[in-house]
């Protein structure tokens, strides 16, 4: 019987070695096929150890990189202003509805559940985001539609309430004469870390990443975010010629093509990949959270 | 005392005073909920009303109210073409095989992940599997490229000519490898996530059920399929008739951006979301397109409803509503 258990563990941790290096061999690939020099990928193709090693590509987009900046700007702006307002408005909705005493608490909590069931659509959304509010082509196109707040995070966010803060707390901080906005900053807000920092964290990872937006909504290149200009540049690899101030013929016939396109989406992965290892604790927390409540 | 004798004045008037005390008194609560509820407001339910323009005939110009009223022509069109058939097909199916194979690989996975007694190694592979969750489908999309491009790919330069094929295989334009191809990005982004779900029912289990087991002679394994397996079965039934509400929706960024929005692709990669957002960009037609978003919108929100109802039957707790 130990022989079995131990059998099972032996096998658990050989799948899960295997599970764990195909979701990490993506990634060598596209670093080893950035820092390759050119005329080996197209001898050779892309492969996991360069055979010419070359950081052509990496100088190429650092001479041209205003417009890679430009677009880092956009993303962290995008990513700040749209997680601390989505977070901020997401806790005042909730915090109301874990209150029984909130006056029409349940016709409420059913107009923030319904949005969950029922969806207008994208043409309609596009609509009424161009046709009565004018924001195509402005960085509040990126921040607005559909991301900053949902059901699913007041729902979460609400039971927290409701579960790990005691009601007599509240409670005896009304009656030594807080006021309601009061008890909520210096009573509940403190003690709701967790779950703010869960709803911030896949806030910012859903802005980080968000390219549709960008998509729907921007036409302009120097509103382009990150995302989109990986998209931009997947779809049409002489946007980078034509955009970036250089436009001679010569410099598109030196641009290591291949190795661009993989540097590109190295440099718009590399701050996820290296700031994982510092908040993968409390992903994968989060994600047990919003599984308990699930 | 004052307040008293004036609400005992005006007897007929008690229910509203108090009301109306009640009202001022919470009301720093409701102005609280104000910035959230005119977002949901803006963002959902002026969309809601929006779908009338499905039985509209569009035209920018005109803006929302001028264009015209054409019923369900836009329907019509619409179920006429193939279109319809495809994209239905597609969007379930991909669905089914991700609801039904992404259970049991998840579960499989969360199984393996309890076994693993060591917490250092445990942690390692908690975020490396769930590191693909992380990256945007823009980034899978090169990941893919790198591997699949017809010129520089892995797949075709480097694997391909081990088994003696040198010719490569034009991967954009082949839909019959696409179930294939999206089904494993899918599962490689998606699996470590939903198995931390699972792992974390798993950790909700008494450990006292696998003591009395081991006391009994049971197995390891016979411990998952007796002990594991009926414990998480409401877990799952929940899950999985809950994505099944969610069958009409499908991943946008899988089906639009890893096969790089190819037309030749069309027959195994187009879902209703990608056939709205072609629309809508100019490449389709978006009166055709804003008629399968209702669809979409409506058989979703009939499908959601039912899924619920069944869980309902079966299990009141686990009912969504």
New interface residues.
């Given amino acids: 019987m130990k022989n079995e258990s131990r059998g099972l563990t032996i096998f658990s941790h050989i799948m899960m070695f295997i599970f764990a290096l195909v979701c990490i061999i993506p990634f060598v690939l596209l670093i080893s096929a950035s820092l390759t020099d050119q005329d080996a990928i197209v001898a050779q193709g892309y492969s996991f150890i360069p055979h010419t090693f070359s950081t052509a590509a990496y100088e190429y987009l650092y001479e041209r990189g205003t417009d890679i900046v430009r677009a880092y700007g956009v993303t962290v702006f995008v990513t700040v202003v749209g997680t601390a307002a989505g977070v901020a408005i997401t806790a005042l909705l909730a915090y109301p509805l874990s209150r029984s005493v909130t006056p029409h608490r349940n016709l409420i909590m059913f107009v923030v559940f319904f949005t969950m069931l029922f969806h207008g659509g994208l043409v309609p959304s596009y609509l009424v985001y161009t046709q009565i509010f004018d924001l195509k082509n402005t960085i509040w196109a990126l921040i607005i539609p559909g991301l900053l707040m949902n059901g699913f995070y007041v729902m979460m966010m609400r039971t927290f309430f409701q579960t790990s803060i005691p009601g007599a707390l509240i409670e005896s901080a009304q009656i030594d004469g807080a006021g309601e906005y009061r008890t909520f900053w210096t009573i509940v807000l403190p003690l709701s870390t967790p779950i703010l920092a869960t709803i911030g964290l896949f806030e910012c990872i859903m802005y980080w990443n968000d390219w549709q937006l960008g998509m729907i909504y921007i036409t302009e290149p120097q509103l382009f975010s990150i995302q989109n200009l990986l998209n931009r540049i997947m779809q049409d690899i002489q946007f980078i010629t034509t955009n970036m101030s250089d436009n001679s013929g010569d410099a598109m016939q030196q641009m290591p093509t291949d190795a661009v396109k993989m540097a590109i989406a190295v440099i718009g992965v590399l701050p996820i990949l290296v700031a994982y290892p510092f908040f993968q604790k409390y992903f994968v927390k989060g994600i047990m959270i919003g599984a308990v409540k699930g | 005392m004052e307040k008293a004798v004036m609400a005992a004045e005006a007897l007929p008037g008690i229910t509203y005073k108090k009301k109306e005390n009640?009202?001022r008194k919470?009301s720093?609560?409701?102005i609280?909920?104000v910035?959230?509820?005119v977002?949901?407001l803006?963002?959902?339910?002026?969309?809601?009303?929006?779908?009338v323009?499905a039985f509209k005939k569009i035209n920018f110009t005109k803006?929302?109210l001028g264009s015209e009223w054409i019923g369900f022509e836009n329907f019509e069109y619409l179920f006429k073409t193939s279109d319809a058939f495809i994209i239905t097909r597609n969007t379930i199916l991909y669905n089914l095989l991700f609801i039904v194979l992404g259970t049991a690989l998840a579960f499989i996975?969360a199984i393996?992940?309890n076994?693993?007694?060591n917490k250092l190694?445990l942690?390692?592979?908690?975020?490396?599997?769930?590191?693909?969750h992380?990256?945007?489908?823009?980034?899978v999309?090169?990941?893919v490229?790198?591997?699949l491009?017809p010129?520089?790919?892995?797949m075709?330069?480097?694997v391909l000519p081990w088994f003696g094929v040198e010719d490569g295989i034009s991967w954009y334009s082949e839909e019959k490898y696409w179930p294939w191809i999206l089904t494993i990005v899918h599962f490689?982004k998606g699996?470590?996530?939903s198995s931390?779900?699972f792992?974390?029912?798993l950790l909700?289990i008494d450990e006292e059920y696998y003591e009395a087991a081991r006391l009994d002679?049971a197995?390891?394994?016979k411990q998952i399929l007796h002990i594991t397996l009926p414990i998480l079965t409401p877990v799952i039934t929940m899950?999985t008739l809950l994505s099944i509400g969610r069958i009409f929706y499908s991943d946008?960024?899988l089906f639009y951006?890893v096969p790089?929005?190819s037309g030749a692709l069309f027959n195994t990669t187009a879902t209703i979301?990608t056939y709205?957002?072609r629309?809508?960009?100019g490449s389709g037609d978006?009166g055709m397109?804003?008629a399968a978003?209702?669809y979409?919108?409506i058989v979703?929100?009939l499908l959601?409803?039912i899924a619920n109802y069944v869980v309902r039957k079966a299990s009141k707790d686990n009912a969504l509503?």
């Fill in positions: 009640r009202y919470y720093p609560l409701l609280m909920m910035p959230g509820l977002y949901m803006i963002n959902n339910y002026l969309p809601m009303l929006g779908i323009i803006g929302l996975c393996l992940l076994e693993i007694k190694l942690k390692f592979y908690q975020s490396v599997i769930t590191l693909p992380l990256i945007s489908m823009v980034i999309s090169y990941l490229y790198a591997l491009s010129d520089t790919g892995f075709n330069r480097t490689w699996v470590g996530y931390i779900i792992f974390a029912a909700g002679g197995s390891r394994v899950l946008f960024g951006q790089m929005n979301d709205v957002f629309g809508l960009m978006i397109s804003t978003g209702v979409q919108s979703g929100f959601v409803i509503f």
